[in-house]
């Protein structure tokens, strides 16, 4: 069965990012980056994530895109295994 969000979903989404350029989510294994002005978003992953993270954020990409944001990459962060390691590797790089 394919998810619908309904709108408590749309609604916790929205909430979720208000105001955040960056939103590490630990019980999914991934950081999403935000582009509010262009209704953007990247994502970088976890290496080996889970049937459950992955359907995770599908779900949140779902809302995120009848939300009118626009998915412009995804990446597999190789040798990390949490959101923590991503965030410092994003620090790191700085222009992210």
């Known amino acids: 069965m394919e998810y619908q969000p309904n709108e ?5 989404t929205l909430n979720a990012i208000q105001g955040k350029t960056t939103w590490a989510m630990p019980s999914v294994g991934c ?9 953007q978003f990247l ?4 290496e080996n994530p889970t049937s459950a993270e992955t359907e995770s954020v599908e779900r949140i990409v779902t809302n995120l895109t009848i ?13 990390m295994n949490h959101v923590d390691q991503i965030l410092a590797a994003m620090d790191t790089i700085g222009h992210l």
Do not use: A, C, Y
């Not at 408590?8 to 916790?12: K, T, Y």
């Not at 939300?67 to 040798?79: A, D, N, R, V, Y």
């Open 8 to 12: 408590e979903d749309l609604r916790w």
């Open 31 to 39: 950081v999403f980056k935000f582009d509010h002005l262009n209704k």
């Open 43 to 46: 994502i970088l992953m976890k």
């Open 67 to 79: 939300l009118g944001f626009q998915e412009t990459g995804s990446f597999i962060m190789k040798g």
